[in-house]
């Protein structure tokens, strides 16, 4: 009797106990997953200017301003002149500040008509995140590493106050205070700390093993930086360096994957990518109060030389400007934009007759046609981590977490 009313009580409520566990576990499983589901409900962020570090995959004027000039045909897709870009035209950082409606990033290098009302860019071209052995003219690296770049960022953010302070017509063309707490800080940077290694005869196992002290580099300069009030965070990891011309020239004996990629160096580069995100998931640990997007770029790069076609282009693997034809194109003493002598006869190296239907535009760089296909992809946050759209990174792990939270209760 005792039996018979227990078992039919509880299956009047058994149902009901199924629900409440259910909906239970389902809070729990989404508030875990919360960093892999994207939140569409979060407002976007109101970024007023954007602090750019990088090397030349973001450089727009840095190098050229103060060591060695972009020049002809550098530029002609889209400015019709050298603008200080090692490419045909506009770089993913340019689209970025255009989709914001600022200006393009003015190099903090530059100091002829430049404008940092909306931010700086202390990116150059062939920048290191560690102190390269070798600098521009002795080597082939840039004085301008990550270091130095965040002491560059540190003199702006002071000496800019100063300048809006004194007034006159210099204070309109300084950001505003408020600025650098609210702004977007972004980074692409790394790519040529593996090169470093590629090219001092180091064997890939070797280069491997530097990548912990790189990275470490990286995670210091970023604590640097959110100490001067830097608090969102939009990070590119590396490219498939093992896909570009100047890498698979260079080193002809390497084995090739089913694209014809150097394997082992896109494998070193997948390495710091990984160690990379190991790095900001311990950053958002250690500066709790910060957001931290982590961009896989190098997937969307590698895609346009897996599947080129798809996406309206060809010949990926092949330099549009750059002399000697081949499988590359790509001779290292015959660059974009050099004078050569072949068989007695000056040839200028210039580019190809279609730069918007190739990949890359010299051989290390890509054309404004492949930045413009990867700044769609990445700005949807398809491939970020924590995956929100490029305007919505603002939000801290925890915000989109309470954000899903709240849905859910309602």
Request: with cysteine.
């Amino acid at each position: 009797m005792h039996i018979s009313f227990w078992y039919f009580s509880t299956m009047e409520y058994f149902p009901k106990l199924i629900e409440s566990f259910f909906c239970y576990y389902m809070l729990i499983f989404l508030t875990i997953s919360s960093t892999v589901i994207p939140i569409f409900s979060l407002k976007d962020c109101e970024f007023p200017a954007i602090f750019n570090f990088g090397d030349s995959n973001s450089d727009t004027g840095g190098l050229s301003a103060s060591l060695i000039p972009a020049t002809t045909p550098y530029g002609e897709t889209y400015f019709g002149m050298p603008a200080g870009r090692f490419s045909d035209g506009r770089l993913i950082i340019d689209f970025l500040a255009k989709s914001l409606g600022h200006p393009y990033l003015s190099a903090y290098l530059d100091s002829l008509g430049t404008n940092f009302s909306h931010g700086a860019n202390f990116a150059t071209a062939a920048a290191t995140i560690r102190l390269p052995d070798l600098i521009i003219p002795a080597g082939g690296f840039s004085p301008f590493y990550l270091d130095i770049q965040y002491v560059q960022f540190l003199q702006l953010k002071t000496r800019s106050q100063l300048i809006r302070h004194r007034g006159g017509i210099f204070a309109s063309l300084m950001p505003k205070k408020e600025y650098f707490s609210k702004a977007l800080y972004t980074f692409d940077i790394g790519q040529n700390d593996l090169g470093a290694g590629f090219f001092s005869n180091m064997t890939v196992q070797e280069v491997n093993a530097s990548v912990p002290d790189i990275v470490t580099g990286f995670s210091t300069n970023i604590k640097k930086i959110y100490g001067l009030g830097a608090r969102s965070f939009w990070i590119h990891n590396t490219g498939p360096v093992g896909c570009l011309p100047y890498i698979a020239a260079n080193f002809p004996s390497a084995e090739k994957d089913e694209v014809g990629c150097a394997k082992a160096y896109n494998e070193v580069a997948q390495h710091f990518n990984h160690q990379l995100k190991q790095a900001v998931v311990q950053l958002r640990k250690d500066l709790p109060l910060a957001a931290f997007t982590y961009v896989d770029v190098y997937s969307v790069k590698y895609s346009l030389f897996k599947e080129p076609k798809k996406y309206g282009f060809e010949l990926p693997l092949v330099a549009c400007c750059g002399y000697g034809g081949g499988k590359y194109n790509y001779n290292s003493s015959a660059e974009c934009g050099a004078t050569i002598t072949v068989n007695g006869s000056q040839v200028f190296v210039g580019s190809c007759k279609n730069p918007s239907k190739r990949v890359n535009w010299d051989g290390i760089h890509y054309t404004e046609a492949a930045a413009k296909f990867i700044f769609d992809k990445i700005s949807t946050g398809a491939y970020s981590d924590a995956p929100l759209p490029f305007k919505q990174a603002c939000h801290r792990s925890f915000d989109r977490t309470l954000n899903l939270n709240k849905n859910l209760v309602k």
